[in-house]
């Protein structure tokens, strides 16, 4: 019933993508729609890494492999790619999803609890952790969501060097 309904989730996701968009456009809607279905649905996270053969993941293969091709990544790297993107999309996801239940168990408030923690992370030595100081200034004010889309943009812009 979990793998159905991990099925529809994904459906839906890919159903509400214009595929027909320019080829990077489409695909950072596709990774932002699975970001947000799995944020709402984490087991759907869980469920995908579990029966990685199920319909939703081939789903998901297919539409990022297809717009990977539009953009013109190179038949040999093609595979390569598509799976830098699926890995990068889900497990993001499924850590982000993972985090927030743990807050939601925990009755914590994200803010206070990531400005406690970027104020741990300033209390550690400087020497060691130079770049902990730097992000410990951005950590309390970030979102998740367009953090999220950055690293779809980094991981887009490696792939585009395979031409």
């Given at each position: 019933m979990l793998a159905a309904a991990t099925d529809d989730v994904v459906a839906r996701v890919l159903a509400g993508v214009d595929l027909d968009a320019a080829p990077r456009?489409?695909?950072r809607a596709v990774a932002l729609g699975l970001f947000d279905a799995i944020d709402a649905h984490p087991w759907a996270g869980a469920q995908l890494a579990r029966e990685p053969w199920r319909p939703a993941l081939l789903e998901i293969y297919e539409n990022i492999g297809r717009l990977l091709d539009a953009l013109g990544v190179p038949g040999?790297?093609?595979f390569d790619a598509a799976g830098a993107l699926v890995n990068y999309v889900l497990g993001v996801a499924g850590q982000n999803a993972a985090n927030a239940r743990a807050l939601a168990d925990r009755k914590a408030d994200r803010p206070a609890f990531?400005?406690?923690v970027?104020?741990?992370?300033s209390r550690l030595d400087p020497g060691r952790y130079p770049f902990v100081h730097k992000a410990a200034k951005q950590l309390p004010g970030h979102d998740d969501r367009e953090q999220f889309l950055a690293g779809v943009d980094i991981v887009l812009a490696g792939i585009a060097t395979l031409r």
């Open positions: 456009k489409a695909l040999h790297a093609l990531l400005t406690t970027a104020a741990q992370w």
